[in-house]
């Protein structure tokens, strides 16, 4: 890799893994919830500087501002769930178009099916995971929108064991968040699990698409 991309593509997807990593240790940590909660948003944050670096034109825009979304997520969640849901799912809308917009032209049956069992089965596992009933209305309803972004993205012209693996890292990170409301409440499953595959299941997402964007626009 030439000196000049190392000197430029380096330092944000650096500090990325620095603070995506690094959140893992600190969490639950004596360290104030600010500086936590900082660290922790920062890890999507910079991924979002990233896609910026690495790209122009409207399509790193777009996976750049469903990391902005993430980030902001990451810190509403900490102090809100239903903001920080919300916040996320602004972010698995503006995806869902990206991927759509990036639609394969034709699919496998395979690829068909597990986009379908991705819709379709994600929204009813959520909706059964959290003990409190009276909010998994609202559960399925978010979950519905996580499991089209990763139905889309498996379904998408970009990479499919980076990008589509990412985001089906991301559903199964949430599916745990969800089965912690529920029957994995005492579990020591979920806090161990749901951080990494949320966080690099996004790096896989942002570096895939940025990456293969790159590849189209560069002279063949």
Known sequence: MPRRALIEKRPWLLA????GIGYFFIAGSALPDLYEWAIKGAGAAFLAAYALSRHAG??????????????LGDVLIELDIVW?????????????????RHRRAS????????????????????????ADRAGAPGVAFYALGLAAMAASAWTSTFPRYRVGLGAVMFVIS?????????????SVVPGLLIWPLYYFGQFLICTGVVGELRTRSTPQ
């Open 16 to 19: 990325s893994l620095v603070a």
């Open 107 to 130: 699919l496998s049956g395979s690829q068909q099916a597990l986009a379908l069992a991705l819709v379709l089965l994600v929204p009813l596992i959520a909706f059964q995971l959290p």
């Open 174 to 186: 949430d599916l745990l968040i969800f089965a912690r409301l529920g029957a994995l409440a005492e």
């Open 84 to 100: 920080g849901a919300l916040a996320f799912l602004a972010g698995h809308l503006i995806a869902v178009q990206l991927y759509w």
């Open 58 to 71: 409207r399509d790193a825009t777009q996976i750049a501002a469903v990391m902005a979304f993430g980030a």
